[in-house]
């Protein structure tokens, strides 16, 4: 997250999203600025999508 990479799929469990976050190499916070970053994203695509017509 640190990179930028918030849309770089995962490799590993939850526990092991856990467990960095527990040795503190990822932040709660780290993870819902990510979530918030993709989720925009999504929606930005979706309305461009629903503006041209597509379904």
Do not use: C, H, W, Y
């Amino acid at each position: 997250m640190a990179a930028g990479n918030d849309m770089k799929m995962a490799t590993g469990s939850p526990d092991r999203r856990q467990e960095t976050m527990e040795k503190g190499v990822l932040t709660q916070e780290e993870m819902e600025k990510a979530a918030r970053s993709i989720l925009r994203l999504i929606l930005q695509i979706d309305r461009g999508r629903i503006a041209k017509g597509f379904n």
